[in-house]
Structures are given as structure tokens and as C-alpha cells.
């Protein structure tokens, strides 16, 4: 897409040049080259290889807090989405970190014919079926366990309390054993090709299933099934996050928890928060766990700050500096802070291993939480 | 003034607690007893409820009462009532005073109850002082003349000439040039319609143009107008020969124009750089050449030096006809070099961002660094530093058009002072209250509107047009008008004919005629300003005479006890 | 036939209708919502550009008004019905109860003092002080004549004790009048747009942020504070105060519209805050500033240049607040430096958006007249009747028709009135 076709696709020619974008803009706050507002009106003003060429384009966190303030409504997100395609094409990336592989790994997927055995993590105390009406999409945790077990992150004790919570309340949930990677990251970092291979492998691999409810515990995919797998495959299934899903159980009156003596504060991930406006459900949830106390961070909601870097992109001492920023914000609020996002996990948990140590804060996932609160943390 | 007794009456108001509250009123009552010439005094919970003010009508009957004094509040609101209560009982309301001891006391000295009362006491006594030597007053009447004169055939004067004339009255309308229409006539389309600009004008100019009542004086130019509000002589020159008639208001609507921005951006120097009223002009008559590249800079002598304001319809003006070329070519490149855009209001940030959608570019220039025009070659190049952007831009283009501000023209200078009525700094017709009275001038009788009034839009020009109308046709439909009995008077003895009272006075009541003052009573506003200038006291002002106020001055330093 | 006129809205620009329809001899109608007339106007400290104290310009109008010969001021009242045409309307009038009856009472107040319920929020001083049960709407009300707030009254009799007058009846009914006029001229104004949805600048959330009608009444004389800039966290003067523009104007996701008025009165409020206290220290965040009026630019020329009111060419991105001195932070993107900048103030004021009055689609509905994509009244031709509506017969000046300030505001008032003589006179040829 030329860039007159983007300025016109994202109405980035309502531009004001208020600078609201940049005033909001987490990034430029620490980064003091960084722009929103200047990126887009390089486009409005004809500087498209300048732009193309401004590693810039690959910073931006796409969390939504410039689009959701913009006064002429201009996408802001999109703006980049696309950027960064056109940028793709003419040769130009952004710095991936941990060198490129889990970028390698969402393109393997894109085969058809590869074969996974990603069922490794369902221990025998773990029901799950092969075809049923409800399914469970783990997305990535397999693969995160192994590459950030070193910072202290289990990424599938999320997958694993899911399975346990949908347990308990009467639900053997399917898990598929071949299922790929949503395809999130490729498609927010151009690769639209290899994006659209994945969501019809999905799809297609879901209907075999037969369900009619799928459950996600990672808003990242939950976007991208909700929002962006349409343009390129129908579905006829339901989609829905584990948070809203368990508080339409606590409504049911179908969830005893126990007591945990804890405050607690929550992270809203920006894919479930403001890309999909869930901000409720996990709030209802967590208020839901006797002795639990849930305190709102100075920013929370739709004003929430992303953890700092999104598709293992231009992560760098900037991110660092919004991902510390972030944690003295929740320490200032509780000792415990609970996400919904495994990547939100990964990132603060990152910061917190940092060379200038800060302040201790327990991360914690949302369905962890949940299972521990329902007796059912201690199980292997 | 006959000689009778002085027989005042006091009434002091409670006003529950508000004066009450802080201050002692029964010990005012005995004190005001005991004033000169006063007969009866008394006190009221509320003077001005029902009870109260049928007290004051019996007290005028029972103690043959010739003043009557009212302690309570504020003139501004009861002065009114108390003076239609005075002639109700057979008295003439000029003997009414009115003495504020609440604004002026008793709210301020709330927790002095001791000061409060003296003070009072010595309001009262000043009160009686001048209610001593207060005079009737009889008001004046003033027939009004059926009719009114509009001056100005543009779209402001047509519209005030129609509506007043659909009310009735007739009206003489004034143009100087030989047809109607002004400064429309010269446009291409209007915005928000799209209407041809001259199109959409004849259904009005016909409308004019053949009512009865209305009668058209085009290439007539105003010679003389004399008079006052409901009488105004009318001296009109037409081919040389003279146009009497009377008028009893008067509208002016005599337009501006365009500022002629010589020696700004190459303008007279390049033949590519031209204004909005000549790209106007290029566009009506199909005459504008194909133009790939568009350049279009605003405030181009406004908000600076030659005219420090903000000439308001300019930004819209630029964005409407880039859009209008756009509209002939599409591919056309179209960057407007601005200063803040006017786009105020609900439609025009509406155009604006259409505008932005049509592809128009807007680049912020800052008024320390402007751009700069220069030949290319065969081409324009205009160089501009984008502020917001923080570079320097080159821009080649075809077209410069120049945004420049409506001004006043020496036309409405001359109706301004062969009316006496004033232009403000920026040379427009200075209205008389910026915020409350925006189509009055100071002088009764007269009203203006239009771009005579300062830069508008079509609509605000038919608003004010209209709202003009609405003051013109008060007069006229009332077919009289009351002055209030405060006018000066002259001792013609004492006057010396220095004239320094006619320079003062700020709404053209007096004139000097062969050496002799003479009084427009129906102009004056009682300010007193001509009273205080007068050398030798040969002037005194009606209701406010030196004598009233000074006993009244005099009464705070002598009290005196009967 | 007839030629009464009905005016609907008691702000100035209803007032100035009222005023010059009754000066021509007809008889008017106006009906007001509110317990007094005054409208928004009344609310203001002092308007620019020429620094006149707002109420002390229009309390006489006010009066005049009311006492007019010709005038029959209806307040706490609301039009119900409409039918018939033009030169025959039929109007359905409901007069509210306010409990007191209007003849009697002398507005002395007695009563409002002996009411022992004093913590309603005070609705004329936006809530930043109490008023009783019993209320006079505000110091220079007109009619001066107190009400009472029923919905919270808890009938004590305090009131009725202390009232020589009697005038206080608590049992009053709503009562149903109707009209017939020959033309209805609309005047129902605006109101201010609640900034609480816009999440990031924190109104609501931070005691130091409010809006430019709030700061209005704090600033007043009259107000409140008595005209000390007390900022709500402390009752302390700040030492800086930042306005900031186009809060829910210009903005898609609110009201697009450009409210048209709200560059001038911060810089009013700017130049008065600077007046008060001298040393203060005053910003303005602006996108474009837009002194387009009489004696506007000038007004800002000289705010920079004698007031020192710094003007700052960005929409801040968000407030926050620094939790030891409850002081807001801006945090901005200065469009001219091109910096990302943070600045501590003492309070900050945001200058809302101005938007159709509440209830405006229901008075359209019994008007039968029609409203325009932003809920203002539509125009019959938005060039050559700019202040005729929809129906004929019916026109609309001031606010409620599309932002302007109080001489346009005025001046289409007039121009209604001159419409109104204008229908009336030819139906009546």
C-alpha cells in the first residue's frame, strides 16, 4: 500500500498536528526522537522514504492510548500496521529481539505439514478431549516456558491452571495437539502472507474439532482471532477471554473460591484493555476472591501503560525505562500484580531482573490467580 | 419654582434582615424626624411589597407630602416602582429620591452595627439635603418621523431595507454605486450552498427593487443628514442635484474592502500573485488558467502592523476556493500557509476537515519567519519554514494567492463624520457596547451592521442586518420617543461661545450656532460632562443641578438637627 | 391572528428578544426553566474583551426585562405543547411549583438562613458551595424570590416560622397555562459538556482540575470564594494555572465543532487571574487560536505581551497529579519545539466544550422543528435566513442555533425579534 493509500486508509489527513498522539505516547515520553505526531505528518507531507526508513515505525507498542485520544479519530495503530508492511516490502525491519527466533517459529508454523506434539504440558490430573463444544487456545506458552524460564516466568502454569479452572466447573475443554501460533506478531509487523497461511490453518483445525466456544487465556490471540483473522477466513465458532468467561461462571453462581488474605493490583493488557474494551471482566473476577484486595494502579483502564514492547520488536533501554515506570506504578498500588497477558508477564518480569534492580513485585497470571483462589494451585 | 413649603416623607426599609440585621432602623427613624423639612418618617419591613408601598400613597395623602424619601436597596432595580408609586398619589416622580443603604451600607458593614447605623443616618440626611431642593420634571415627547434610510446596497443593507419595510415603514436605501448587490457581486460561490454568488443575490435585489414602500437611490451619494432620532433631514446628491427627505432612524451598512496588499510577496511585482477577490474575479469569469500547484498565505497584513486584528472570514474564504479549484482539478497540489485557522463554528471545521480530505495541505508559518515569494525561472517558488514540522519547505508553484483582510474604505471615514458617529481603532464603525449593544451607535437613532461594522460572513451580515432593523423599527413603530427630564440647560447670559462643551460631549447634543450654544435636548443623556467643562457655569443639568448636589455634599460635614 | 410572541429561553439573547419585542408594543411571553432569568451570562465573571463584570451588565437588562410593561416572565416553567401555525399558535405552558408563591415573597432571604439543611450542592455556583432547601437561585436573581427544593426538603416548617410574608407553601401544584401567540422565538442556549468521560485529563478524578464555568464562578466577586482563587485540594492560591482548549470540541469522538468561544474567555480568565494576583503564572494550550472578533487579537496581543500569559501550541496528551501537592502534571507534546515536555501547575482549567442544551430534542419534538447532525437548531438557509428555523413562524438566535459568543448572541436576538415583526406583519397584510 502506497503511503497516500495508508493516509487515506487510516484518515490520517484529519490530522490537526495537536500533538495529543505524542503528549500520550509512552515511548516519546523516554524517547525523545520519538513521534507519532511528526511520523504521521512525514506521510501528509510527502516524506515517505524518510519515513519507511525511520526505525521509529517499529517502536510503537500499537497499544492504542494515541488512537483511543485522537481528536480527528485518525488510526494511529493502523498507521503503523501498515507503515510497516510498505516498509517491509522495500527491504527495511525492525531490531528483533532474542534473535529473531520466535519470529522463525510463527513462520515454521505457516507449513501445513509440520508436526507438533505440543501436548507435552497436559500432566494426567489435566482433562482435556479431543472434539467437544468448548475449546482451549494456548497459543505460545509451550514455547515462552522454554525461552524465559530463566527469568522466572512458567508461562504454562497459565495453560495449565486454565485447563484445572475449566476442570473444575465440568468442562474438558479441547486442546488441540497441532495448533499454531496465532500470528499475531506477523501480521503487526507486516508479514501478511505467512499471517494469512496460520489463520486459515486454525480455523480449519478448530471446525475439525467441532467446538462452538473457543476460551483464550492470551488477549494477543483473542485479538487477533476477534479482529483480524475475518479479513481472511469466516468463523462460526464463539470467542471468548477466560476472564469473561469466568465471570459469567461467578454469575452462574457455578465458582467457590476460597479465601486469599492478598492485595493484589492489575495490569490491563493493551490487546484485551483497550484494542477490545474487557476491562470489567477480570476486575469482576478478581473481586470476586475473598480477602482480596484489588488497588488500582495511578494508571489503570483505558488509561492504562503497555509493558513496554510488543512483537519482540525495538525492545530496548526505552522500553526498559516505560516497563520500570510501570512497576514502581504497581508497587505504589500492591506487592502482587496480576495481568491477563502472558507477555505483559514476560516484559515486567524482564525489567525486574534488570541490572538496576528495583523494587520487588510478584507477577502474577490472571488464571494462576484464579486456580490458587479456587484450591487448585498446588497440584503438579 | 413656587414657593411652598417643603413637606418630605421618610421611608426606611427593614428589608427583612438585609438592613435590618445590621442596622439599628427604628433609631434612623427618630433621627430622619428630626431632619429639616421632614414631616414624617417611618419605617417598612418592605418598602417596596404591597404594604409598603400603599404606606407611602396613604403618607402622601395624610401629611400633604411634596418629597418622598426611600432608604432601602438599589435604584437600578426599585427606582421604577417608588417613582410610579409618587405618581400614583398625585406627585410628580421627579420629587422621589432614592437612598441605597444596603449595596451601600449595610452589606458592607454587616458586623458593625453601631457604624452602620451612622452611616445610614448620614445617607439620610444627605438624601433630605437634596430631596429639599428637587424640582418637577416634565418629560419630553418626540414624534417620530414614519420612515428610515439605509445607506448601503449590499447584501447587510438590503436585508435591513426589506424587513423594515415588510414591517410597514418606508424606507429610502442609499447606494453609492449604480446597482445594487455590494460586495457579492464580485465573488464566485458561497459557501455552504455552493449558490452562485450574484444568483442567490437577485432574489433580494428584486425583492428591493420592486417594493412599494421602498424607495432605491443608487449612484447617490449622502450630502448632509441633520437632526435627531425621529427626525433626520436628508440631504441626498443625485446627478448633482439635490434629494430632500425625512427619516426617523437611520441604518448604516456602507461595507468594506479588500486590503491591498502592495509590496507584500511580490504581489504587483509577479503576475502569478494575486488576492481571493481577484482569484474570485479569475474563477466567476472562467479565467483561471490550469494550475497544477497552488499556493495560498494568509493574514497577509492582517494581525500585525497595517491591521492588528484578525480579519475572521479569510482562512474559510482560502479554504473554500482551494476547494473550488480543486474541484476544476483534481490533481491540483494545494498547500495554505497559515497562521491558526479561523474555522470556527460548527460548519466551517467541518469544511476545514473536508478540505483536509480533499488532499489541501496546511503548513503553520510563524508570523517572525514569513514566507518568502521569488521567480523560479517561469515558475513561483515559495519558501516557508513549517513550524510544527520544523523544517524548511520549498514549495514551486503557479499560483500565489494572498489572503488579505476587509478594511474600511474612505467612503464610510466621510458617513462617519457627516453622521457623528465614530470609527474604533481599527477604523470600523465603533459600535455603542461591545458586548450589549453590538448594531447601536451611542447616538439614538442611528444603527449600523454589515461588514461596516467589521469583517463578516454572509449569514452574520443578514443577522445584523436583521437585529439593525429590529433597533430601527422600535422608534418607528412606537411613533414617539420619551427623554428622560435629566437634559442640560443653557444660561445663554453666562455662555461665552468657547465651545469646550460641544467638543465633550459624547453624544452630539450640543452645537455652537453664530456663537450661540444650542441644546438637541432630545440627544442628551443627562452625562453632566458639558456641565463640568462649562468655564462659567452657564450650563445645569435638569434633576442634578449644582445646588442639589453640593447642599447634598455639604449635608455629610454640617449636620443639622432641627 | 394574533401578534403576542412567545420567547422561549431566559439568557440574553431571550432577554434582548423580549426586550426589543416589547419596545415595538407587543406582548411577549418568556418562559424560563430556571427559578430566574439570566441564562449561562449571568454565570460569568467578567467578559471579554473589554473586561466589563458580566452580571453588572445584564442585571439591568434583567430588570428591564422583567418589569416591563408588556413582558409576562414565566420562570421555573417549561412550553409543552405547540400547534396551530404561524400568527395562531397554541402553547401549552407548565409553570412548575417552586413552593413559594411569587407574589408574596420579598426575596429577603430570612428563610433560606432558618433552613437547617444546608449541604446541597449549589447548582448556580457549579457545586463548589452548599445551599439549603431553601434557596434564592443567586444573589442578583430575577424574579428575587426563593424556592424550594422538594425532592430533598424535609418539610420541617423552619421555613414557614420564620416567613412574615407567608409566601412559602409547600403543597403547591404545577399548574398548566395556555397561550396564543403569533410567532415563538427560540433562546435556549447551551450547556457545558462534562469532561469527566475524557479520562485522561482527570476532571473528577483530580480536585485541581476544573472546568472554565467552574473557574468563572470562583473568580467572581460574587462567588463562592468571594473572588479568591481558592483551588479546591487546599483552599490555597496556585501559583500557575494552565487552560487548556477544545476539551470535547474539535474532537470527533465528541463534538466536532469548534465551540467557537473558549479561546477568548481563557484568555480573559488568564489575563483576570493575572490581576488578581500578580504574580501568577498562566498557560494556554491551544491548537489554533481563534481571535476572530472585535478587538480579539488585540485582547490576546495583549495578554502576552502585558499579562504575560504564555501560549503553548499543543493538546496536552494527558494530566496527572503529583500525590504530595496535589498539584496536576501536563504532559504535552510542544508542537513548536517539537518536545515532549512535562509542566507542574497549580490548577488547571479546562475549557469544555459548549453543547446543546439538555432537553433540546424534546423542545424541538413539541416545536416541531427540526435539529441539525450536531443537535443544534436547524437553519432554514444557512446564508439568507440564518435565523428562521425549520418552521415557519418559529425562529432561533443565540447558542442554541451554533456557537457564537454574547454580541452575536445579542445581535441575533434582535434580528429574531425584527423576523418576528416581519411574519407577523405580513400575515397580518
Known sequence: MSLENIVNETKAYYCLECGKCTGSCPISRVNKGYSPRLTVEKALLGFDKELLADGGIWSCMTCNLCKDRCPSNVDYTKFIRYAR?????????????????????????????????????????????????????????????????????????????????LNRIGIKPVVMPDERCCGHDLFWTGDLENFEKIAKLNVGLIRGTGAKK??????????????????????????????????????????????????????????????????????????????????????????????????????????????????????????????????????????????????????????????????????? | MEEKEI??????????????????????????????????????????????????KNAIKQHKLNRVIVASCTPRTHEPLFRSTCEEAGLNKYLFEFVNIREHCSWVHMKDTEGATEKTKELVRMGVARATLLEPQEEMKIDVEQSAMVIGGGIAGITAAKTLANQGFDVYLVEKEAVLGGMLRNLYRLFPTGEDSLDSLQPSIAAVEGHEKIKVFSSCELKEVKGYIGNFDVTLLREGKEVNFKVGTIIVATGAMEFEPKGHYGYGKYDHVITQMQLEKLLKDGQLKKSDSVVMI????????????????????????????????????????????????????????????????????????????????????????????????????????????????????????????????????????????????????????????????????????????????????????????????????????????????????????????????????GCGTCVATCPTGALEQRHYQNNQIISQIKSIFHPVIE | MVDDVLVIGGGVAGIQASIDLAGRGLKVYLVERFPSIG??????????????????????????????????????????GVSGNAGDFRVKILKKPRYVDEEKCTGCGDCVSACPYINLPDEFDMALRSRGNIFIPFLQAVPRVVMVDREHCVKCGNCQVICDAGAIDLYQKPEEIEIHVGAIIVACGFDSFDPSGIKEYGYGRYKNVITALEYERLVCASGPTGGHLDRPSDKKTPNSIAFIQCVGSRDVNHNPYCSSVCCMHATKEAILAKEHYPSMENYIFYTDMRAFGKGFQEYVDRAKNEYEVRYIRSKPGEITEDKETKNPVIWYDDTVTRQVKRLEVGLVVLCTALVPS????????????????????????????????????????????????????????????????????CLGA
Not at chain 1, 487456545?137 to 522466572?152: A, H, N, R, S, V
Not at chain 2, 480543486?326 to 497559515?338: G, M, R, S
Not at chain 2, 485557522?341 to 469544511?351: D, N, P
Open chain 2, 7 to 56: 413637606r418630605i416623607g421618610v421611608f426606611i426599609c427593614h428589608c427583612g434582615t438585609n438592613i435590618g440585621g445590621s442596622v439599628d432602623v427604628p433609631a434612623v427613624v427618630e433621627y430622619a424626624k428630626h431632619l429639616p423639612n421632614v414631616v414624617h418618617a417611618e419605617r417598612n419591613l418592605y418598602t417596596c411589597a404591597d404594604d409598603g408601598l400603599t404606606a407611602i
Open chain 1, 214 to 380: 473457543v476460551i483464550f487465556s492470551c488477549p494477543e490471540c483473542y485479538r487477533t482471532f476477534k479482529q483480524d483473522y475475518s479479513e481472511y477466513v469466516d468463523m462460526d465458532f464463539e470467542l471468548v477471554h477466560i476472564s469473561e468467561f469466568l465471570a459469567e461462571k461467578i454469575d452462574e453462581g457455578k465458582i467457590d473460591f476460597g479465601s486469599l488474605e492478598e492485595d493484589v493490583t492489575y495490569q490491563d493488557p493493551c490487546r484485551l484493555g483497550r484494542h477490545l474494551g474487557v476491562y470489567d471482566p477480570p476486575r469482576k473476577v478478581i473481586s470476586s476472591i475473598q480477602g482480596i484486595g484489588l488497588i488500582e494502579m495511578e494508571h489503570s483502564r483505558e488509561r492504562s501503560i503497555c509493558c513496554g514492547t510488543s512483537t519482540w520488536t525495538n525492545c530496548d533501554r526505552f522500553s526498559e525505562q516505560i516497563q520500570k515506570e510501570r512497576l514502581k506504578e504497581a508497587k505504589a498500588a500492591a506487592d502482587t500484580l496480576i495481568t491477563a497477558c502472558p507477555k505483559c508477564q514476560i516484559h515486567l518480569s524482564c525489567a525486574m531482573k534488570s541490572k538496576t534492580p528495583i523494587d520487588e513485585v510478584k507477577i502474577k497470571d490472571f488464571s494462576v490467580l484464579v486456580a490458587s483462589a479456587m484450591g487448585l494451585g498446588d497440584d503438579p
Open chain 1, 85 to 165: 508492511a510498505e516498509a517491509l516490502k522495500t527491504g527495511y525491519t525492525g531490531n528483533c529481539t532474542h534473535g529473531g527466533v520466535l519470529s522463525s517459529l510463527m513462520r515454521i508454523m505457516g507449513n501445513p505439514n509440520l508436526k507438533q506434539d505440543r501436548l507435552g504440558w497436559v500432566s494426567d490430573n489435566l482433562k482435556i478431549s479431543e472434539k467437544g463444544d468448548i475449546l482451549y487456545f494456548t497459543g505460545c506458552l509451550p514455547y515462552f516456558e522454554t525461552l524465559f524460564k530463566d527469568i522466572g516466568v512458567n508461562s504454562l502454569d497459565i495453560a495449565r491452571s486454565t485447563v484445572k479452572i
Open chain 3, 39 to 80: 441564562g449561562k451570562m449571568a454565570q460569568l465573571d467578567k467578559t471579554f474583551p473589554t473586561g466589563d463584570c458580566s452580571i453588572c451588565i445584564l442585571a439591568p437588562k434583567m430588570m428591564e426585562c422583567f418589569s416591563h410593561e408588556n413582558i409576562d416572565v414565566l420562570t421555573h416553567a417549561e412550553v409543552k
Open chain 2, 298 to 525: 494568509q493574514c497577509v497584513g492582517a494581525k500585525g502592523e497595517e491591521v492588528s486584528y484578525c480579519s475572521r472570514i479569510c482562512c474559510m474564504v482560502a479554504i473554500k476556493n482551494a476547494m473550488l479549484i480543486k474541484e476544476i482539478n483534481p490533481d491540483a497540489d494545494i498547500h495554505i500557509l497559515h497562521n491558526d485557522i479561523q474555522a470556527y463554528g460548527a460548519e466551517y471545521e467541518e469544511l476545514y476537515n473536508k478540505a483536509r480530505e480533499m488532499g489541501i495541505r496546511f503548513i503553520k508559518y510563524t508570523p517572525e519567519s514569513p514566507p518568502c515569494v521569488t521567480m523560479d525561472g517561469e515558475k513561483l517558488k515559495v519558501e516557508v519554514y513549517n513550524e510544527l514540522f520544523g523544517e524548511q519547505f520549498m514549495l514551486g508553484t503557479d499560483l500565489v494567492v494572498l489572503s488579505t483582510p476587509l478594511v474600511q474604505h474612505q467612503g464610510g471615514v466621510e458617513i462617519s463624520k457627516l453622521l457623528r458617529v465614530p470609527l474604533g481603532k481599527d477604523k470600523f464603525f465603533f459600535e455603542a457596547h461591545v458586548k450589549l449593544r453590538p448594531v447601536d451607535f451611542a447616538t439614538d437613532g442611528i444603527f449600523l451592521c454589515g461588514t461596516a461594522h467589521g469583517p463578516a460572513e454572509v449569514a452574520e451580515s443578514v443577522s445584523q442586518a436583521l437585529a439593525a432593523a429590529s433597533g430601527a423599527g422600535i422608534p418607528l413603530s412606537r411613533g414617539f420617543v420619551q427623554i428622560e427630564a435629566i437634559s442640560v440647560k443653557v444660561d445663554l447670559e453666562a455662555c461665552i461661545g468657547c465651545g469646550f462643551c460641544v467638543e465633550m460631549c459624547p453624544y452630539q447634543a450640543l452645537d455652537m450656532v453664530d456663537g450661540k450654544l444650542e441644546i438637541i435636548e432630545a440627544l442628551c443623556k
Open chain 3, 358 to 425: 439538555k432537553g433540546i430534542k424534546e423542545l424541538a419534538d413539541v416545536l416541531g422543528v427540526e435539529l441539525d447532525k450536531n443537535r443544534f437548531f436547524k437553519i432554514a438557509d444557512p446564508l439568507y435566513a440564518p435565523l428562521d428555523s425549520s418552521r415557519e413562524g418559529i425562529l432561533v438566535c443565540g447558542y442554541c442555533q451554533g456557537p457564537k459568543d454574547i454580541p452575536e448572541a445579542v445581535t441575533q436576538a434582535k434580528g429574531a425579534a425584527a423576523r418576528a415583526a416581519e411574519v407577523l406583519a
